[in-house]
């Protein structure tokens, strides 16, 4: 049941996405460990590099509003084939939650499941002191 609460708020964020270049409209659901769930599309710009991705907004968008842990990701996207997040969004994910659950969808409904390990099996972190 929450994987696919989680799947049908990505798909509606994914509505909302700007995407007049690439036309490949993406979602992401974030949900806290407290319960709260934060979405995000991606945003482009005509200048490629300036554009941000879905998951990226929904997990600065749970910063702002003061949470700082994760339980779950979803994402969605307008291409037949699943989407996973892109390196610098599993970078972002690694910084505030290791042990995430990632929960992929493509145009089907066929879902998938991974941990960030999975994902980013060596994620870039400062040393420990």
């Known amino acids: 049941m929450l994987t696919e609460h989680l799947v049908a708020a990505a798909r509606e964020a994914a509505e909302m996405a700007y995407a007049p270049y690439s036309r490949y409209k993406v979602g992401a659901a974030l949900l806290t460990t407290g319960g709260r769930l934060f979405t995000g599309a991606n945003i482009e710009n005509a200048s490629y590099g300036m554009t941000i991705c879905a998951e990226r907004v929904a997990v600065f968008s749970a910063v702002m509003a003061g949470e700082r ?11 037949r084939k699943e989407v996973t997040p892109c390196g610098a969004c599993l970078q972002v994910l690694a910084e ?3 042990g ?3 929960i ?10 991974y941990t960030l390990k999975d994902l980013l099996p060596r994620a ?3 040393p420990a002191e």
């Open 69 to 79: 842990q994760f339980e779950a990701l979803a994402v969605t996207s307008s291409g």
């Open 96 to 98: 505030f939650a290791p």
């Open 100 to 102: 995430i659950r990632v």
């Open 104 to 113: 992929t969808s493509d145009a089907q409904g066929e879902l998938n499941e």
């Open 124 to 126: 870039f972190s400062l």
